[in-house]
């Protein structure tokens, strides 16, 4: 299994201050080289590790493929694996030190706990599982199936997302479930439902090696992704490199590469991204960039698509979005000029107003230049969380599994005839609910017991402090399984112990799609218990059976559960009928579909540019991108798109919330490389913590200045629905804009709640954020809403904020001697190997060009 | 053209009405932000509607509505209160919706008999517009529906 060997002396990096690594360049069209990041917990060398176990990192969408070290029953670090076409051997900062920790922390959950008045006491499992099996029936009874509600997350994997929606479309028959991924991902999902007729990643990876430009929508990817960041940059300091176009209202690390490699930052206003589009859309119209034949076979919708961007010229969309009508065309001339496009996007889009039209809009371009499915040319909806994509197949997040039409009833019955049940069962009368519409059933009642897995919406949820409402009130009873008390589970009614990574085997797919095998490599603590396994011990305690009589629920082990799984994609653009946990043992992650066709996975979609779109294949019929009207099988029909993708667009709107007099600046939230989520696994990495250990808000010098706010001095920020008070760092946000990270609860590592932070109570940055959603996706607009900042009082230093990535501190800033910020660093020592032999990646199209890819 | 101008009336009168019931609905739903947002949204193009058909009333001379005046249906004065409240008033902008979608009808088959294709390209516009409301409606009902029957407090 070793593919590389140590070299002597191998390089020792510390990852939090150099967080993507030394350059391993290499040129156009060759494959990416290895490169094995280790890093083992202080005090354990290597020759002490008792076994490596397989598995990939699940702290991003990246899906790194990894190995877990593990000593006396502990994890101790982690080695990233050479031969995983992910990540050739790499892994980030909060791969490297964030992966393990958590799991040995003191504060781990290790027994159910149950409510008694305003206390939550400890309990054994017969007696917690018992209170929710009560309160379930009761409800059933009384109320029926419309009373339950589920909320997971993008953390459990595919045999549980899987096991929970048999649980609650053929067990249940709830149309209430839903997850995080709807905060992170869902307008993935529904850019390529409406583009192309079904979720499914378009592009892979290995487009890097092969592009001429690298557009990045709202991407911040070395702060998201970092080792996928780490990829690009080694084409970019390469031989023949691409330009990077960069739209961001902050001058990121991408925003810098855009510069340096002569392509462009766009710098839209927030909230106007989609007229950004259609600006750069009717450049491609009135050049003459439009490859006509290939858009004649292969497209609809192309008349109308021109005459919705015609009036956007660049000096109209200048106006609206602040940016340089000169850019709009050299950006677009990048666009119109290059052979090979490769487009990726994420939160700045998915997370804005008018989400889905906007990240439509970037398969629009893409198919009027006919840049699909060949390498080099293509498209990269990213996720956020890891195993969001799961979600998304396996349908616990309200769809169905396999891709499958809710709105076709043959597809419904496909599953109720796997499941062995009435189709009337499974829930399929209208759109699944989608999360915020859940939580507002749950603020009246009308959902009566929800039961949130892996995930803090507490924290994570726009307008926190109505959802803590909604959580601690008597009208339902709440359910948290996790690995710690979170924000969230101190408000539940019961809270369930959960084994996590490396705890419980099980699958995961990234958001290339590429499948990974995650092996249990130690024990859970305590009586913690896999989510899988509390799944099935409420489907059994409930005592689901089908028509048959027989347990709903056929299946025990995690296998099993992936058996089940694979056996019910067959024939649907996800299939995995090819995998198998045997299979996936392999030296590499593998992307669906495999199947008998593609029996070693599948590099990209759409080589053939046959579109799942076809009326009784697809997974929708399609929305009305401004309203999310419902399209209806028989218009669907009508225009026959047999296998064409859809070309759709939409006028520009201004956003929801736009800047007054009261509330002059807008506010946009995000991340930091150095954590994940709320910070529940890598807050418990002393290095991850130490490098970004509190909130901050950032502004521009300029606003600063007008305020009279230093770096460091805490501010107060507030919106029409509520405050926080951090520190603030002058950075590189555009003038008028003011952007804060989201992962900041009142949970302190270390300390009693409220702890060691003078803001611990009032930094939590969704506080701020509204509750509104893109009528499409449903995906709430993090990034849209007005504010204001004062100074409260002076700080005695610099913020908290890194100063690595985009939160860096403004070149143009003269910082006084004592608030000028430190260089983030500090993170233990990593090693560094370049194997001896770039290891054989399977599909990699650069082995078909070069010389020396084996 | 008596009756083209009666109408023209008919068509502007019912578009005001429903853009105010729409305004009604989303300010007395205002916590269910997607219906709150929509409804305005889509009273602003009842509004473009108006202010598109405004120089044919002018070409043609406004009519006073007198034979037609059963048809109008009255607007939502307020809002229903609660999810089921919700599901009666969006039907209720359906119904109104749909005298508004055939009065486009009826109009874009006087502007062609007329050969007036300015006339004809704002009818057919308009009412391809009423169509995305009336969908955005239906969408909205059916997924209201099922919660507000059987579980709603
Ligand atoms: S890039 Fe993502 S998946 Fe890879 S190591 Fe970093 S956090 Fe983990």
Redo the contacts with the bound molecule.
């Keep these: 299994m070793q593919f590389y060997h140590r070299t002597e002396g191998a390089l020792m990096t510390d990852r939090i201050a150099d967080i993507f690594g030394t350059r391993t360049p290499h040129a156009k069209g060759t494959v990416w080289p290895a490169r094995v990041d280790q890093h083992l917990d202080p005090g354990v060398e290597e020759e002490a590790v008792d076994s490596w176990v397989q598995s ?9 493929g ?1 190995d877990i070290a593990v000593k006396d029953g502990r994890m101790v670090g982690v080695r ?1 694996r050479a031969t995983d076409v ?2 050739h051997g ?7 030190y ?2 393990t920790r958590w799991a040995s922390a003191d504060d781990r959950l290790t027994r159910p706990l149950v409510r008694e008045g305003d206390r939550l006491v400890e309990t054994d499992w017969d007696t917690a599982m018992g209170r929710i099996v009560e309160r379930s029936k009761a409800l059933l009874e009384e109320k029926g199936p419309l009373s339950h509600g589920f909320y997971t997350s993008g953390q459990l994997f595919l045999e549980e997302y899987y096991t929970l929606a048999v649980i609650g479309k053929a067990g249940l028959g709830t149309p209430h479930m839903d997850g995080n991924t709807r905060l992170c991902t869902a307008t993935s999902a529904a850019a390529f439902k409406e583009s192309f007729g079904a979720d499914g990643q378009p592009g892979s990876y290995t487009d890097i090696e092969h592009c001429d430009a690298l557009f990045l929508f709202g991407h911040n990817m070395p702060e998201t ?4 960041w780490a990829r690009i940059l080694d084409r970019t300091r390469g031989d023949d490199p691409p330009r990077v176009v960069c739209v961001d209202p902050r001058r990121t690390l991408v925003a810098l590469e855009a510069e340096r490699t002569g392509g462009v930052h766009l710098a839209p206003r927030v909230g106007t991204n989609l007229a950004l589009m259609n600006g750069l859309t009717r450049e491609l119209f009135v050049n003459g960039w439009v490859d006509q034949d290939w858009v004649d076979a292969h497209t609809i919708g192309v008349d109308d698509l021109r005459s919705t961007v015609e009036p956007c010229t660049p000096e109209h969309v200048a106006e609206i979005c602040g940016v340089d009508a000169d850019d709009v065309r050299r950006a677009a001339r990048i666009f119109g000029e290059s052979d090979g496009v490769l487009s990726t996007v994420l939160q700045g889009f998915y997370q804005s107003h008018q989400a889905t039209a906007a990240s439509v809009a970037v398969h629009n371009l893409h198919l009027l230049r006919g840049m699909i499915g060949r390498p080099g040319a293509g498209v990269l909806q990213m996720n956020g969380q ?1 195993t969001a994509q799961n979600n998304r197949e396996c349908g616990a997040d309200g769809d169905l599994p396999g891709f499958r039409n809710w709105d076709n009833e043959s597809h419904v019955k496909e599953l109720a005839d796997a499941w062995d049940v009435d189709v009337m069962t499974v829930p399929h009368w209208a759109p699944p609910t989608h999360a915020m519409q859940i939580f507002s059933y749950a603020e009246t009642g009308s959902i009566g017991l929800l039961w949130i897995s892996a995930t803090n919406p507490a924290v994570s949820m726009p307008e926190s402090a109505r959802i803590r409402k909604i959580l601690g009130g008597d009208q339902c009873f709440v359910v948290v399984q996790d690995l710690f008390l979170t924000e969230t589970a101190e408000l539940a009614d019961v809270v369930l112990p959960a084994a996590g990574w490396g705890e419980k085997a099980g699958c995961y797919t ?1 958001v290339n799609r590429t499948v990974h095998l995650s092996e249990k490599a130690v024990e859970p603590p305590g009586e913690a218990r896999s989510d899988l396994d509390i799944f099935l011990a409420y489907a059994d305690a409930m005592g689901f059976t089908n028509r048959s009589g027989e347990p709903l629920i056929g299946w025990r082990s995690p296998e099993e559960a992936f058996d089940a799984w694979a056996a019910v994609t067959a024939g649907r653009p996800v299939d995995y009928t090819g995998l198998s946990y045997a299979k996936l043992r392999g030296p590499t992650g593998i992307p669906w579909p495999v199947n008998d066709e593609h029996p070693d996975g599948t590099d990209r979609l759409y080589a053939d540019a046959v579109f799942p779109t076809d009326t009784d294949y697809c997974e929708t019929y399609g929305h009305d991108l401004a309203t999310g009207g419902t399209v209806t099988e028989t218009e669907h029909r009508a225009m026959a798109p047999a296998g064409r993708a859809f070309l759709k667009g939409a006028a520009y709107t201004p956003p929801h919330e736009e800047p007054s007099a009261e509330f002059p600046l807008r506010y946009t939230t995000g991340r930091t490389v150095y954590h ?1 989520h709320t910070r529940t696994k890598t807050g418990r990495s002393r290095d991850l913590d130490q490098a970004a250990p509190d909130a901050w808000v950032e502004l521009s010098p300029a606003d600063a200045h007008e305020r009279g706010i230093e770096e460091g001095d805490w501010v107060r920020v507030t919106s029409p629905r509520g405050a926080i008070e951090v520190r603030a760092r002058v950075g590189n946000v555009m003038d008028g804009a003011v952007f804060a990270p989201f992962h900041y609860g009142h949970w302190e590592p270390g300390s009693a709640p409220g702890g060691s932070h003078a803001d611990a109570d009032r930094r939590l940055a969704n506080e701020l954020t509204m509750t509104v959603w893109d009528p499409v996706s449903k995906q709430p607009a993090f990034k849209t809403a007005a504010c204001q900042v004062t100074r409260v009082r002076a700080g005695d230093g610099p913020s908290p904020a890194p100063t690595t990535a985009a939160s860096a501190p403004s070149p143009d800033h003269d910082f006084p001697l004592s608030r000028r910020p430190r260089a983030t660093a500090g993170g233990g020592p990593t090693s560094s190997t370049e194997p001896a032999a770039t290891p054989h990646y399977p599909l990699d199209p650069a082995l078909d060009s070069s010389e020396g890819g084996r | 053209m008596p009756h083209l101008t009666t109408y023209l009336g008919l068509a502007d009168h019912s578009e005001k009405t429903l853009a105010e019931s729409l305004r009604a609905v989303a300010d007395g739903h205002a916590r269910v932000a997607d219906v709150f947002h929509t409804c305005r949204m889509l009273a602003d193009w009842s509004q473009a509607n108006r202010e598109a058909l405004a120089p044919v009333v002018e070409r043609y001379g406004e009519a006073d509505v007198e034979e037609p005046e059963r048809l109008h249906a009255a607007g939502l004065a307020g809002a229903r209160e609660g999810e089921v409240g919700l599901l009666r008033d969006l039907q209720d902008l359906h119904v109104l919706a749909t005298l508004v979608q055939t009065t486009w009808t009826v109009i874009a088959q006087g502007a062609q008999g007329l050969r007036d294709p300015e006339l004809l390209e704002i009818s057919q516009h308009a009412g391809a517009q009423t169509s995305r409301q009336l969908t955005w409606l239906t969408t909205r009902i059916k997924v209201a529906a099922p919660q507000a029957l059987i579980v709603a407090p």
């Design positions: 990939a990192c699940l702290l991003c969408s990246n899906g790194c990894l990233g992910v990540n790499r892994l980030g900062p909060k791969g490297l964030g992966s992704q970092s080792v996928l890891p990234n994940f």
